[in-house]
């Protein structure tokens, strides 16, 4: 399995971003509508519930393979989500959702210092997911918004 690294998405390469996808069965998981970076980049735009809505890529040395957005409220310490979290479907199955998470959660300790929890939203449905964010350290809140479960980890002992 190749290193991972985290790129913004930019002018530069958000049409490649745009051909990312998961399985059609998966679909629902992420988003209501594809392609999935689409959405995302126009809440990078529009700035829903007055957030920043900041757009990212993982790679392989060579492809874009996975998305994710976070979702921030600066200045705040807890009002960090990340939204949209997905492999593509060509390099599923590779343990690359774990490392990119991983990868993820370094980036935000080491450049949103005061970020002390993420939460993000998860599909009832989508065990996979609600595993790897266990594995991780997620915990589930017992709260939901638009019918999905929330999980938060908290970044400081």
Known sequence: MDELSLRE???ENW???LHLAVHPEQQGFIADYVPI???ALAKAYV???GLIWTPYAFYTTRD???FTELAYEPGSSE???LFHFFIDHRYQGQGYGKQALRLFLQFLKQNHTQCEVLQL???PENDRARHLYMSIGFRPTGAEIDHELVYKLSLKP
């Open 9 to 11: 998405v930019t002018r």
């Open 15 to 17: 049409r490649t971003a």
């Open 37 to 39: 970076a689409a959405i």
């Open 47 to 49: 700035r829903p519930g």
């Open 64 to 66: 874009m393979i996975g």
């Open 79 to 81: 009002n960090y989500w």
């Open 121 to 123: 939203t998860v599909h």
